[in-house]
């Protein structure tokens, strides 16, 4: 889609967009009015109470502090934000809750600069463009190799920072197929403004016989994690017929874990990240944290993105759906 001039706001083309879009333009609004409204008691004060022979001042007109109408000011006001407090709390739980109505399609995003790398589950990668089909959630699991990033596609009201050394998800669902702009909204470098991609969206069966014809240079995702896994000696622990040295990861992802401290977590991709990196960080009830070792500098970004996807393939194994 192309915007036309003068659009106030980008093309909407998210299930969120709507609920973004009226925060802003109400934020706007009030600012605009309450704006317009100094400036116009400005204006009417300084010609109506201006310095006059004969006419006393204001101060010597003043015969106490007005408290009604300062209360009834500083009750709208709290009133209004607390009105705008309650719309961003409930859009912004909106966006950061992952819909249940379907399986998402999970997409790996690296970033580095300056240049977007995409995933998808049958080991299809591309360069600078995103293919996705249009009414199914697809959620994103980003990291960076080297700065700080930002994914940000204003048609869809999405922004997410990417920071190194961390795993971060968000998740859109496109209601209109098109061609729309992908940029990093965070300062990178010398070529910062060329970090541009594009997410093209297309309908369902377009998408499926795209992604039928593509070139797949290497194992899907979680094919990929597997070998890792293997190679990195994990099921020696984790496997199912050794479980007592470590917690079983067969429907583990997106489900709430236990702690030894007391407390619980949910087993999203930090969490799993956190576990890899720092075993120790949150130790899981009725295991020691001794056991596993830090994998800290033997395993890339990009490796634990694979990781990551082998253990949220394994969510399934137990009839769970993440």
């Known amino acids: 889609m192309i915007a036309k001039p003068f659009d106030l706001l980008p093309a909407a083309a998210s299930t ?12 706007f609004s009030i600012i605009g009015a309450v704006s317009l409204g100094v400036l116009v008691a400005m204006v009417v004060f300084a ?39 309650l719309l ?24 580095k600069r300056w240049m977007w790398s995409f995933q998808h589950p049958n080991g299809q990668r591309e360069l600078s463009r995103l293919h996705v089909p249009a009414g199914r959630v697809v959620r994103l699991h980003l990291t960076s190799e080297d700065v700080i990033h930002s994914f940000y596609v204003p048609a869809f009201r999405l922004k997410q920072d990417v920071v190194p050394g961390w795993l971060r998800t968000a998740w859109f669902r496109a209601t209109a197929p098109g061609t729309y702009a992908l940029a990093c909204a965070e300062y990178c470098g010398s070529e910062h403004a060329r970090m541009r991609a594009d997410i093209v969206v297309m309908e369902a069966h377009n998408y499926d016989r795209w992604l039928a014809q593509g070139d797949v240079d290497g194992p899907p995702l979680a094919a990929a994690g597997r070998r890792l896994f293997e190679r990195l000696d994990c099921g020696a622990c984790h496997e199912s017929h050794l479980r007592r040295r470590a917690p079983p990861l067969e429907g583990l992802y997106g489900r709430p874990v236990a702690l030894r401290d007391g407390s619980s977590v949910i087993a999203d991709d930090e969490y799993l990240r956190r576990s890899i990196l720092r075993p120790d960080a949150d130790v899981v009830a009725d295991y020691q944290g001794d056991v596993m070792p830090s994998y800290a500098g033997l395993v890339s970004d990009e490796e634990l993105l694979l990781l990551v996807a082998y253990i949220r393939s394994l969510a399934h194994a137990e009839g769970v759906s993440p």
Do not use: K, N
């Open 16 to 27: 969120t967009s709507g609920a973004v879009d009226l925060l802003i333009i109400l934020v």
């Open 47 to 85: 010609v109506r109470y201006r310095r006059r022979p004969g006419h006393l001042t204001g101060a010597e007109h003043s015969s106490g502090v007005m408290w009604r109408t300062e209360l009834l000011w500083c009750g709208v006001t709290m009133v209004v934000f607390l009105g705008l407090f």
């Open 88 to 111: 961003g709390a409930l859009g912004f739980g909106r966006i950061e809750q992952l819909p249940d109505d379907g399986e998402p399609l999970d997409i790996g995003v690296t970033a």
